[in-house]
Nanobody, 126 residues
Framework: VQLQASGGGLVQAGGSLRLSCVAS????????MGWFRQAPGKEREFVAV????????YYADSVKGRLTISRDNAKNTVYLQMNSLKPEDTAVYYC????????????????????WGQGTKVTVSS
């Protein structure tokens, strides 16, 4: 499975971006899809996850109410709509696929995911 993330860029605080991640080579519609991010000098952290059907989502507390994860199985694509961006959202954002397919207590864990994209950089200026 190959995952290609895009949509990052430079935005002012309070602005919006939409990240996309396109999957190829696997059965996208059966995977749970997650977004993680890694800021300079920090460990990679969980942002959001969506189940295979789109019926379940889960967010890190730091992004709840500002970031929204969604998916289009017909397009093999998962999205991360990012609103009200803050400088602390600055990071490289990675999409990842979990073959298990559902959202559960392990969905926050990096080790739960089987495939990773290359990352797209988001910079939020103050």
């Amino acid at each position: 499975v190959q995952l290609q993330a895009s949509g990052g860029g430079l935005v002012q605080a309070g602005g919006s971006l939409r990240l996309s991640c396109v999957a190829s080579g696997g059965t996208f519609s059966s995977y749970a899809m997650g977004w993680f991010r890694q800021a300079p000098g920090k460990e990679r952290e969980f942002v959001a996850v969506i189940s295979w059907s789109g019926g379940s989502t889960y967010y890190a507390d730091s992004v709840k109410g500002r970031l929204t994860i969604s998916r289009d199985n017909a397009k093999n694509t998962v999205y991360l709509q990012m609103n009200s961006l803050k400088p602390e959202d600055t990071a490289v954002y990675y999409c990842a696929a979990d073959r298990y397919g559902v959202v559960n207590g392990r969905s926050r864990s990096i080790e739960e995911y089987d495939y990773w994209g290359q990352g797209t950089k988001v910079t939020v200026s103050s």
